[in-house]
């Protein structure tokens, strides 16, 4: 009965899905003129995945022929390969198609009260966490059942990865080109307001809400939280004699964290008043708390030691912690971020040292409680505890991604507000939401890199093992140079996805500026722009640039291991790991600070809208975009896929 629970558990997370749907699509959407800018973003992202999706295809056929004829490579790892590209698309297209209809429902909830419009937008989010949980849960538990050899599911993983590099990076350079674009032109030369109307680019950045922060994080998610159950899974075979349950145990907890999850969504829409990021605190809390009761039951009724359970409480606990952090350097109610608006006194220079120097100094509690994480649960149950300490951090993904999801849909909702003049009143509303939403972002992405980590760490040693590699010696030249290359390819994979967003973005100005050039009339608002222009420049420019440092990702393991050998290629790992995890951290808390010192001026702090310490924070915020929502947030992909690789051709080398 045990083997099926997950399969119930994925189905009954669908099940409320489903209805989350329908009671979201009987919200009222607003006026004429709502529903016609709402029609437009979903419209421009359903363009953009098309195309997306198209080069996706190529990709994914290439590699399951090439997996299908390559020596030593069973053919069910194929099929997994495909299950997990296909699930991973699913996840992310359908949070996307969601979050298209939710935006408006949100901007006219907003008329009413600030609580409505956040239990609408959180409703959206939770559609998209409980299908990437849910989809993510039903797909590892039926290649198991098929198979019986949780080996194979490294397939799953490659699979959900590739998909997430891509619609990680192609959607990020999406978003903030766009994004960019908007804001130099509008704010800083027109001084007009975000998202007015007669902005060309507004449309264009509204849709890349959608396909970077929503679509790309879903998939980026989905490829976190299945690596962390398959790495798991997998060092729970060599427990079997001692542990009968070790191999599903991980699934277990995964399933009783959906659970978990709904309570917490259901225990926020309970509660009816209160400021907007303790209601979305209060669900995480009370979520990891369930989940954590659940964990204990599970192992008391199965009759495991609990030195398997404590390495579960560790990653919750650590989760919950890193979430804390990321909160305290990124929320505009704490000191970090108020730093760099007194920075922005003295202009755009000092706020951007600013916001450097506090997502350097963000990375230290991270990289502690990873550290800390990582000795206890070794010492509970060895790596076995190292792995269910990342299921832990992750098993409440169903709830954190929820709150994730909500910032995109209050941002596109605050958009909607400006283009369909509903007044300062609901501007204001979203844009209070808009900004909780900026901390849940990056809480949720510290949630993914932190558990990213731990899994990275987990797959690239059960590599070592394949390899048959005890150890890394540091006086062999070849691991070195594996070291120092591993160290080098976050650095390079985050110069090519910032210098996409630079040229991206650079093509935006020019056609923002032309419009508003020659457009007679247009910023008077007597004339309409083009906004299906910017849209088209920001996706072709966006699906062209994100092929160069996907393919990186994908053909470095495979070169150094074929050249330099098997104990290179774990040096490649190693320094890979230790070099993303703390660029992804400092890009991610770097970002969130400079967006939210930006909105904190926004309400009228240090001069508001229009000084020039607003404009200084402009150009700080329009540096974080790409730090917090492409680079950032890929390189959790880029270190799991490399080890993912690493584990896939491991019988070759």
Same mark, same amino acid.
């Given at each position: ?80 390969? $495909? @299950? ?39 409703? =959206? ?11 993510? +849960? ?28 891509? @619609? ?25 307001? /975000? ?42 075979? #060599? ?6 349950? =070790?191999?599903?145990? %991980? &699934?277990?907890?995964?399933?009783? !964290? ?21 209601? &979305?605190?209060?669900? *995480? ?72 120097? *506090? !997502? ?10 990873? =550290? ?16 269910? @300490? ?17 910032? %995109?849909?209050?941002?596109? #909702?605050?958009?909607? #507000? ?47 093992? +394949? ?32 210098? @996409? ?9 020019? /056609? ?11 910023? /008077? ?28 990702? +994908? ?9 330099? !050998? ?30 939210? #010192?930006?909105?904190? +001026? /926004? ?16 150009? !700080? ?31 070759? $080398?």
């Amino acid at each position: 009965m045990s083997h099926y629970f997950p399969l119930i558990v994925g189905f009954i997370g669908l099940l409320f899905v489903l209805s989350l749907i329908l009671k979201l699509i009987k919200k009222p959407s607003g006026n004429t003129e709502m529903k016609e800018i709402a029609s437009s973003i979903h419209r421009g992202s359903l363009a953009f995945l098309k195309q997306e999706y198209k080069i996706m295809f190529v990709f994914v056929v290439i590699v399951a022929l090439v997996l299908t004829f390559l020596k030593g490579i069973d053919y069910p790892v194929t099929l997994a390969f $495909l @299950a997990g590209a296909f699930l991973s698309t699913i996840a992310g297209n359908l949070g996307m198609q969601v979050a298209t209809r939710g935006n408006v429902r949100t901007a006219w909830a907003a008329k009413y009260s600030t609580t409505k419009a956040l239990k609408i937008a959180l409703s =959206s989010g939770t559609i998209m966490g409980l299908s990437v949980v849910s989809l993510g +849960i039903l797909g590892i538990t039926a290649l198991y059942l098929i198979f019986d050899n949780p080996q194979i599911i490294y397939g799953f993983g490659f699979g959900a990865s590739s998909i997430a590099l891509f @619609a990680r990076v192609g959607g990020g350079i999406y978003t903030k080109s766009a994004d960019i674009g908007a804001d130099l032109v509008g704010k800083i030369e027109k001084n007009i307001p /975000e998202d007015d109307p007669r902005n060309p680019a507004v449309i264009a950045d509204n849709v890349g809400d959608n396909v970077g922060d929503v679509a790309g994080m879903g998939a980026d998610l989905f490829e976190s939280y299945v690596d962390s159950i398959i790495a798991a899974m997998v060092l729970g075979v #060599a427990l079997i004699s001692t542990v009968p349950q =070790s191999v599903i145990f %991980p &699934l277990l907890i995964a399933s009783v !964290g959906v659970i978990s999850s709904i309570f917490g969504y259901l225990f926020i829409n309970i509660l009816k008043r209160g400021k907007p990021q303790h209601l &979305l605190n209060s669900g *995480i809390f009370g979520a990891a708390g369930l989940t954590m009761v659940f964990s204990f039951m599970l192992t008391r009724h199965f009759e495991i030691s609990l030195n398997y359970f404590w390495p579960i409480v560790v990653g919750l606990v650590s989760g919950l912690i890193i979430g804390l952090s990321t909160e305290y350097f990124t929320s505009s109610r704490f000191k970090p971020t108020k730093s760099i608006v007194t920075s922005s006194k003295a202009g755009a220079a000092t706020n951007i040292i600013e916001g450097l120097s *506090i !997502g350097m100094l963000s990375t230290f509690v991270p990289v502690l409680i990873i =550290s800390i994480a990582i000795a206890l649960s070794y010492s509970l149950a060895g790596l076995y505890g190292i792995a269910m @300490a990342a299921v832990g951090m992750l098993s409440t993904l169903g709830i954190t991604l929820a709150t994730d999801s909500y910032g %995109p849909v209050v941002d596109n #909702a605050a958009g909607i #507000a400006e283009m369909a003049h509903l007044g300062d009143k609901v501007r204001h509303r979203t844009e209070s939401l808009d900004a909780v939403g900026n901390t849940t972002a990056a809480i949720g992405k510290g949630f993914a890199v932190g558990s990213a980590a731990l899994t990275a760490l987990v797959l690239t040693i059960s590599y070592a093992r +394949i390899v048959n590699l005890e150890t890394l010696n540091l006086l062999d030249p070849k691991v070195m140079i594996g070291l120092f290359l591993g160290g080098l390819l976050p650095f390079l994979f985050c110069s090519f996805t910032l210098k @996409a967003v630079g040229k991206s973005a650079l093509s935006i100005v020019e /056609e923002v500026r032309r419009q508003f050039r020659e457009i007679k009339g247009l910023l /008077e608002g007597k004339a309409k722009p083009d906004y299906e222009r910017c849209v088209s420049i920001s996706t072709n420019a966006a699906l062209k640039q994100m092929i160069f440092p996907s393919l990186l990702s +994908i053909a470095s393991p495979i070169v150094v291991g074929i050249f330099l !050998g098997p104990a290179a290629l774990g040096g490649l790992l190693s320094g890979a790991i230790v070099t993303g995890f703390l660029l992804a951290i400092m890009m991610a808390n770097s970002g969130g600070a400079w967006d939210n #010192a930006k909105k904190y +001026i /926004e309400e009228g702090h240090c001069g508001g809208k229009g000084s020039d310490c607003h404009k200084a924070a402009i150009i !700080g915020d329009t540096v974080g975009d790409p730090f917090k929502d492409t680079s950032g947030p890929s390189l959790n992909i880029l270190i799991k896929l490399m080890s993912i690789i690493a584990l896939i051709i491991a019988p070759l $080398l």
